[in-house]
Structure formats: structure tokens, C-alpha cells
């Protein structure tokens, strides 16, 4: 017979605590500083004081103003939300004929969606924009500076990376629930749908959030695929932190402060999902 342990079993609980208390300072101090430096005003910031003299909670009013952050989050959510879901929606499609199907091709498939993650991502700029503008020449079809264009481009690295994901995870569901369904005269498509889709709901889950955070923590191609209309929250702060550089009176206040609203939808996502996110990631994992 096979002990099982569980994991409040091996360590006591002094020093589990002592453990999450460390940790939980090492993650918290950065956030900490950073909101002690949006509530503090700037000539106190450039002069070096760690403690304000008083709370200038204003530069959370200035700085929708200052850097049109309300366009920026709006651009930041339909871009990386419009990706990740399409994202999802094909990679379920794929990982399932993967997983139920063998045809030639098969293996070399699966592996070109790890070798994909291997490829820096700044080796693909150039040959992404250059394509973008030949399609624009042929079919006369803007893409530069469009939604569409950086939703194409986020689709490039959230599609293998989830596709690979939902491949771990189908493979674990079992085949048995699929034939007595299609047995009762469900076909592939309605057993998709119907069966495999609500038992891999959590592995659903976990690609979608990290095929949103592949948009939604891009700067790179954001800056130069979209126009001033369509850049996301990071290309604005990028240009906004630019800006104070050689100014008279950096705004460290209010760019601290666009910081912490930009990194809100994050942590809300994390939070709403963090059932699905702890089961999806464990589920997969494990042959059963």
C-alpha cells in the first residue's frame, strides 16, 4: 500500500507561515514602493524622499489626461482579448485531431509548435512587417497600424503555445466518454463541443489567460504595428516614461500611478480565474 503525503503533512506550520510571510514581502515591497511613488509629489521624488510630506493623490485624476490611458486599456483589452480568444478557439479544434487522430505529419507537427517557442520573438518583427506591407500592395487591405494586424501577430505566438497546452490536456480525457456519446448518435463535432469542451473547460481557461498576457505584455510589436489610434496601455506608458526624460519636472507620479491602473486588469483576471488557473495547470500534468 502507497503513503500519501500531503503537502501540509511535510513542513510544520511555523514554518509554513514564516514561508509565506517571506514570500509574500518579497512580492509585495515592489508594489508597495511603486504606489508610495504615484502618491507622492514629484519635486519630493526627484529629490530622493522615500516618505511623502503629503499624499498627492491627484496625479491619479491627472494622468487620464496626461496619457489618454483610457484609449490605451481599451486598445490593450480588444486586442489581447480578441487574440487569445480566437487563439483558443483554433487551438481546440487543432489539439483535438491531434489527440484523437493519426495521420502522417502528426509528430513533426507537435514538435514545430515547441520549436516556435524556441524563435526570439524580435527575429520575427522585421519579416512580420514586411509581409504586412506586401499583403497591404497586393490585396490593398490596410494591416499596418489596425486592430487586425496585431491580433494576426499576437495569433502567431498564443496559437502554438495553446495548441501544445490543450494537447497535454485532451490527452488525458478519456476516450470512453466520447464513444458512448457517439454511440447514442452525437457526432464528432457535437461531442466536441458537448463533452470534450466542458471537461477541458480549465485547460480552456489556462490558455486563455496566457494567450492574453502574450498581448497584453507586448510592447515590442505594439509599437511598431499600431498607429497613435490603436497602441496599446504598454506602448503608451513606454512613450510617456520616454517623454520625461530631459524634461523640466519629470511626472514620476503620475506615470507610477498609470503603472498601477495598467497592471489592475491582471490581477482581476488572475483573481476571477485563479480556481480554473490551479486545476488547469495541475490537471494536465498527470496520466490518468
Known sequence: MKHQYKTQEILPPWVRVLLIIVLATFVLIPVVYIFMLSVTPD????????????????????????????????????????????AVFLAVGAAYVITRFHFRGRIVYLYSLVGLQAIPSVMLLLPLFVLFISIQSIIHVMLVGTYTGVIITYLTFSLPFATWLL??????????????????????????????????????????????????????????????????????LQAFSAAQEGGALPLYGQLMSAALISG????????????????????GSVKG
Open 43 to 86: 519635486i519630493e521624488i526627484n529629490n530622493g524622499q522615500l516618505l511623502p510630506s503629503h499624499w498627492a493623490f491627484d496625479n491619479y485624476a491627472q494622468m487620464w489626461s496626461t496619457i489618454n490611458l483610457a484609449q490605451g486599456l481599451f486598445n490593450s483589452v480588444l486586442i489581447s482579448l480578441t487574440a487569445s480568444t480566437i
Open 264 to 283: 489592475l486588469p491582471v490581477v482581476i483576471l488572475y483573481m476571477v480565474f485563479q480556481k480554473y488557473l490551479i486545476g488547469g495547470l495541475t490537471a
Open 167 to 236: 494537447v497535454s490536456y485532451l490527452a488525458n480525457i478519456p476516450l470512453d466518454i466520447e464513444e458512448a456519446a457517439m454511440i447514442d448518435g452525437a457526432t464528432r463535432l457535437q461531442t466536441l463541443w458537448r463533452i470534450v469542451v466542458p471537461l477541458a473547460l480549465p485547460g480552456l481557461v489556462v490558455a486563455l489567460v496566457f494567450s492574453f498576457l502574450t498581448g497584453w505584455n507586448d510592447v515590442l510589436f505594439a509599437s511598431v504595428l499600431t498607429s497613435p489610434e490603436t497602441q496599446t496601455v504598454g506602448v503608451q
